[in-house]
């Protein structure tokens, strides 16, 4: 089925970009305005004829497997989906598949290398991401590399022209990618790992030439040109990074075609595209990136940089003010009116990315001093009793990540931090934050959804042009670690869960959800938390669920018994395995500051499934915690914590309220410090964690600082509330 990107207005030479218009101040930074979102296909790009034919590529698709919306053409005033020709007529179609994988491996080789570096592992530590398994790994895609030249070089053999010229043109990246490989396996440093992923980038735009269409973009215009009888595509954003490819589109054959003129226009998107009816395009506007860390920043900024010309049949851009890279020469009359055209830069190589930059790009982290584990042990050692403690990483990650919270992955001993959306962080990286060398990682290139970032619950659905999930309007609890699988699953989007697998830094699939976890705007509500071998989700329906590793799916929700179990509401609910007597605890405000809390618990017993209502000593009392979000079990104290704190004393100190499950009873703690629930209390972006192995609290704040906590409940003044 071919779905069609919201129309456009039908004339010649015109396009339809999602009214999309670029900001008329070449140097204010803006925001894109939003799409409907009730539309299939977002962001895609739609040339109609008057005849009754057309094309239409780009753009996501809410509702593929794959997350793309392919090439569409437009016949007798039909629209009928072309992919399937095109690529069974591709010579390098097997190729190319074989090439998205090595980029695959080259992805994870990069993750792993990464890993390695910020964890640095004491000498001899065998574990996943070692610097011995990233140099293994790099060599292996060296191998890679010259098989897919072969490859593709037998591919072409009986191909025409353009497929032998699209094998030659592939097999520089892939060079290239050997060379920034090669170097990479020379060990595990910043530059190295910065090399690891160039060869990366040379892996897949080799995979793009040799593809049957081009690679997925988002606000690119299609023309038609009648001399030529050709379609032409220009540059876009993949949402992670800006291109300035050149594609042209031949109707009578179907074919797309790369093509490759010495220079182009610098990267861009959302431009205009007029074909002027004598074998030319005319280019004009489009954004680049500002990479803006400001609250809710403009991240795009026009592009002022006059008028730009393809000439299709040449192959060749040039500039108004020039016929390619020499500037144009004055006439007699422009002389003598002093008119000169002033000389101007020809552009740049085809092909390029422009990524965003600082805290947006993995390598802004791979910055400062080298990671030292020995002295975040010895930090963590001298750390003083019942005191909360801001580490300062040397790099913290921006945006800002309202609306979140946060897992621990012991497995990898690094927290996992998928949290923003609202005015926050709108991209799709969970960061990863590695307790034994204080830093902060991120796995890849900052990607943002168009005009829906900064939305409130208005974010896309489905995978994106990388096969991963944006953002949902908050996370809050929607994201857990499953510990069988040694992943962490997010269920914030309607219909899917997804999968983020830590040890190669990337979501990898998802599955289908049960009815009672599928339902709009369950990023407010759906309740993530693990035991030592389930991971639980609680529904606003009261209902619980967990996930079978067997058959990868989320069961029926468990037959309960015993008291009715209220379901979860959005900021004040929140759940937590109490391992000592095998059993989730469920803790429920309502909505709303006018309303305060009971004081009220509820368990289910994991063995009987039996659900009882608990009423601790102290519920009254209760009723001066501001927000329950957060609830944290110490197995060594056989304590939870609450993620907030209570009015301040006559001393200033908020005391810390807690819930002392052998006494069934309310409790309050002294605690001093950098409480990271901040002066109010409640914190809406806290990830409070409890972490098993060192026997520490840990947090993390909007802003992404992390704070950790010693608690001694002996010498923390304990007392009921």
């Not at 497929?163 to 892939?174: D, K, M, N």
């Not at 994201?479 to 699953?489: A, F, I, R, S, V």
Request: glycine share 10%; hydrophobic share 35%.
């Amino acid at each position: 089925m071919c779905r069609r990107v919201l129309p456009g207005v039908v004339l010649v030479a015109t396009v339809s970009l999602l009214g999309l218009t670029a900001s008329p101040a070449a140097e204010r930074s803006y925001n894109l305005p939003s799409v409907d979102l009730k539309q299939p296909v977002i962001w895609g790009a739609t040339y109609e004829g008057p005849d009754g034919s057309g094309l239409s590529f780009g753009g996501q698709d809410q509702r593929a497997e794959d997350g793309l919306s392919h090439t569409c053409v437009k016949q007798e005033g039909k629209w009928v989906s072309a992919y399937a020709e095109l690529y069974e007529a591709n010579p390098f179609q097997a190729v190319r598949s074989y090439a998205r994988r090595v980029v695959g491996w080259q992805r994870e080789a990069t993750a792993r290398g990464r890993y390695a570096y910020f964890h640095a592992p004491a000498a001899g530590e065998a574990e996943w991401g070692t610097w011995a398994k990233f140099q293994m790994l790099q060599k292996n895609n060296v191998s890679q590399a010259t098989n897919l030249m072969e490859e593709t070089k037998r591919a072409a053999r009986d191909a025409d022209e353009y497929a032998v010229s699209q094998s030659r043109h592939a097999a520089r990246y892939l060079e290239r990618a050997a060379k920034d490989a090669a170097s990479a396996a020379e060990g595990v440093m910043p530059e190295t790992i910065q090399r690891a992923f160039a060869a990366s980038v040379s892996f897949e735009l080799a995979a793009e030439a040799i593809d049957c269409e081009p690679p997925p973009r988002a606000l690119s215009p299609i023309v038609y040109d009648g001399r030529t009888k050709l379609y032409v595509l220009f540059g876009g954003d993949h949402c992670d990074y800006l291109t300035n490819d050149t594609w042209v589109f031949d109707p009578a054959k179907p074919r797309w075609m790369q093509r490759h003129p010495p220079f182009a226009p610098p990267p861009r998107a959302n431009h205009k595209l007029v074909a002027n009816g004598d074998g030319t395009v005319t280019l004009t506007g489009g954004y680049t990136y500002t990479s803006n860390t400001d609250y809710c920043g403009g991240q795009y900024k026009d592009i002022g940089d006059g008028t730009w010309t393809y000439d299709i049949a040449a192959d060749r851009w040039s500039r108004e003010t020039g016929t390619g890279s020499e500037p144009k020469k004055a006439d007699a009359k422009e002389k003598a009116s002093g008119e000169v055209p002033v000389p101007v830069s020809p552009g740049v190589p085809p092909d390029q990315r422009t990524y965003r930059t600082g805290p947006f790009h993995p390598d802004f982290f791979l910055e400062g001093p080298k990671p030292d584990r020995a002295a975040v042990k010895k930090q963590l050692d001298e750390l003083p009793a019942n005191t909360w403690v801001a580490m300062n990483p040397p790099r913290l990650p921006k945006l800002n990540r309202d609306w979140g919270s946060a897992v621990i992955d012991p497995d990898h001993d690094v927290m996992l931090r998928f949290s923003g959306g609202h005015s926050a962080h709108g991209g799709t990286d969970v960061l990863h934050y590695h307790f034994a060398t204080n830093r902060w990682e991120l796995p890849f290139p900052v990607e943002f959804p168009l005009g829906q970032l900064y939305s409130n619950t208005s974010y896309p659905e489905g995978f994106n042009f990388n096969r991963r999930p944006w953002v949902t309007g908050h996370t809050y609890q929607s994201y857990g670690y499953e510990p069988t699988l040694k992943k962490m699953l997010f269920v914030g989007q309607t219909n899917h869960y997804y999968v983020w697998d830590p040890e190669v830094a990337e979501w990898t699939g998802r599955g289908p959800k049960p009815k009672g976890m599928a339902y709009d705007s369950c990023f407010y509500d759906l309740t993530l938390c693990n035991s030592p071998v389930l991971l639980y989700a609680w529904s606003k329906n009261g209902e619980v669920f967990d996930f079978d590793t067997k058959s990868r799916q989320w069961g029926p929700p468990l037959k309960l018994t015993g008291d009715k179990l209220p379901g979860s509401v959005v900021d004040n609910s929140t759940m937590v395995y109490d391992g000592r007597r095998e059993r989730l605890l469920f803790a429920r405000k309502p909505y709303g500051d006018k309303h305060t809390y009971d004081g009220q618990l509820h368990a289910l017993d994991l063995k009987t499934l039996a659900v009882s209502a608990l009423s601790p000593t102290g519920s009254k009392a209760a009723a001066a915690i501001p927000y329950l979000c957060e609830l944290r079990y110490d197995a060594e104290h056989d304590l939870v914590l609450v993620g907030g704190t209570l009015p301040p004393e006559a001393d200033g100190l908020r005391r810390t309220p807690a819930y002392d499950p052998g006494g069934n009873r309310w409790v309050s703690l002294r605690i001093g410090g950098q409480d990271p629930s901040g002066k109010e209390g409640r914190n809406v972006s806290l990830g409070l964690m409890y972490d098993g192995g060192r026997k520490l609290f840990w947090a993390v704040d909007t802003n992404s600082q992390v704070y950790v906590l010693r608690l001694d409940p002996k010498t923390a003044d304990l007392r009921a509330l």
